[in-house]
């Protein structure tokens, strides 16, 4: 798991990857505390890792959607900005100046910048904001996730995104005479070998390449200059085959290849953690589906948002609003209905783990938010949810007992 601050790999970590069956008698004695969740902030869990990011990706993915977001949600997300143009993954007290200590860093100021520049209005602060991101460009022309740390391909994909949602070339963002798609092309597998047309995270302390998927996922976005949107390309009838990584161009296209490859057996990307099974990979899965469509190739990756359609709730109710963000992204750039997604309307679903948006658009076969339908729809199944709970539990009983599980203390957003 790379060090890039997407919300739904954390909550997958911290809420799917922990979770570990248990008998108890009553709470534990060393559950943490319920956290305090600012007014505008989207989701319900701990943002002190993650709120500036989640937080971007719910408003980039309104966007998409033509839905207005609400002005505490694009408060909040503003007033996290430090005074230098940066912003830290999250701040408790806004009203009061950056400390020196506050660990800034790249990918939220970058993931921010998106955000704020698809709103419109906001010229000041991402101005600002890719003032401090040129400040803190390595002499390789690329970003770590914080200032003076290596540059990794999905940092520097992340801030080339930022840049050119700001209205900048990110081929004249240049330090030492080296552009940030130089620093990409350095980490680009060649087309022999294990993990051909990939794309590493970082080179290891002996310098060698290896293939990472959510490095290579959001490589083919920076090397073709687009942001974590990506883009709904028309195909392009290009064969994905892997050549001379010579052009930022060739390489997005050589990284497709190898998610396309990655993707065939199983529809979906897997993620291995230290001391865990593998376990399916949702939010870069959705990730490799938005590089696919933007360079082009989205029929390639049909499977793979198929898969999502029919396994994703579980994944996306646990992980919250970043999540549901990614799906949208995902569906949105494949030429899908993200209001019609494996039978939800996902945009319903995100807009839900937060303030109330300023306005949706109706959609042909959608409810709009807040009908009475809409309503009714949500008492019916909560009382069908009710009894197959009331059932499942004398089930239980009657068997002789009750299983109970913990999943960490969390509360699910």
């Known amino acids: 798991?790379?060090?890039?601050?997407?919300?739904?790999?954390?909550?997958?970590?911290?809420?799917?990857?922990?979770?570990?069956?248990?008998?108890?008698?009553?709470?534990?004695?060393?559950?943490?505390?319920?956290?305090?969740?600012?007014?505008?902030?989207?989701?319900?869990?701990?943002?002190?890792?993650?709120?500036?990011?989640?937080?971007?990706?719910?408003?980039?993915?309104?966007?998409?959607?033509?839905?207005?977001?609400?002005?505490?949600?694009?408060?909040?997300?503003?007033?996290?900005?430090?005074?230098?143009?940066?912003?830290?993954?999250?701040?408790?007290?806004?009203?009061?100046?950056?400390?020196?200590?506050?660990?800034?860093?790249?990918?939220?100021?970058?993931?921010?910048?998106?955000?704020?520049?698809?709103?419109?209005?906001?010229?000041?602060?991402?101005?600002?904001?890719?003032?401090w991101l040129k400040s803190v460009q390595n002499g390789d022309g690329g970003w770590g996730y914080t200032p003076g740390g290596a540059s990794d391909a999905n940092s520097t994909s992340v801030v080339i995104g930022a840049l050119a949602a700001a209205g900048g070339n990110p081929q004249d963002a240049r330090k030492s005479g080296r552009s940030p798609y130089d620093a990409l092309l350095r980490l680009a597998l060649p087309c022999d070998g294990d993990g051909a047309g990939a794309f590493a995270y970082q080179p290891d302390k002996k310098g060698a390449l290896a293939a990472n998927a959510d490095a290579t996922a959001a490589?083919?976005?920076?090397?073709?200059?687009?942001?974590?949107?990506?883009?709904?390309?028309?195909?392009?009838?290009?064969?994905?085959?892997?050549?001379?990584?010579?052009?930022?161009?060739?390489?997005?296209?050589?990284?497709?290849?190898?998610?396309?490859?990655?993707?065939a057996k199983d529809k979906h990307l897997t993620q291995e953690l230290p001391g865990a099974k593998p376990q399916p990979d949702y939010g870069n899965t959705a990730d490799a589906v938005v590089a696919l469509a933007t360079v082009g190739q989205g029929d390639r990756a049909a499977d793979a948002l198929r898969w999502l359609e029919t396994h994703y709730a579980q994944w996306a109710k646990q992980s919250g609003p970043a999540a549901y963000a990614q799906l949208i992204l995902a569906a949105n750039a494949a030429g899908s209905d993200p209001r019609h997604f494996g039978g939800q309307d996902l945009v319903r679903l995100m807009d839900a783990t937060g303030p109330a948006p300023a306005s949706v658009p109706d959609a042909k076969g959608s409810r709009p938010h807040g009908s009475e339908d809409a309503a009714k729809s949500d008492k019916d199944e909560g009382a069908l949810r009710v009894a197959w709970i009331v059932g499942a539990c004398l089930l239980a009983l009657t068997a002789g007992g009750i299983l109970y599980t913990s999943r960490g203390g969390r509360r699910q957003p």
């Open 219 to 263: 490589a083919v976005l920076g090397a073709l200059g687009k942001g974590l949107a990506g883009d709904d390309a028309k195909p392009d009838g290009t064969p994905l085959v892997c050549g001379n990584a010579d052009d930022p161009e060739q390489a997005a296209h050589n990284a497709a290849a190898y998610l396309r490859k990655s993707l």
């Open 1 to 131: 798991m790379n060090l890039r601050r997407s919300a739904a790999a954390l909550a997958a970590v911290a809420v799917i990857g922990t979770a570990t069956p248990a008998v108890a008698a009553g709470p534990s004695p060393s559950a943490s505390p319920s956290p305090v969740i600012p007014d505008g902030l989207y989701g319900r869990t701990d943002p002190t890792y993650d709120g500036v990011w989640r937080q971007s990706l719910t408003l980039l993915a309104q966007g998409t959607v033509g839905v207005k977001p609400a002005i505490a949600a694009v408060d909040w997300l503003t007033g996290q900005q430090c005074a230098n143009g940066a912003f830290a993954a999250f701040r408790a007290d806004p009203a009061g100046s950056c400390a020196a200590e506050l660990m800034v860093d790249t990918n939220s100021t970058a993931a921010a910048v998106q955000a704020l520049a698809a709103l419109g209005g906001h010229d000041a602060a991402t101005g600002k904001a890719v003032t």
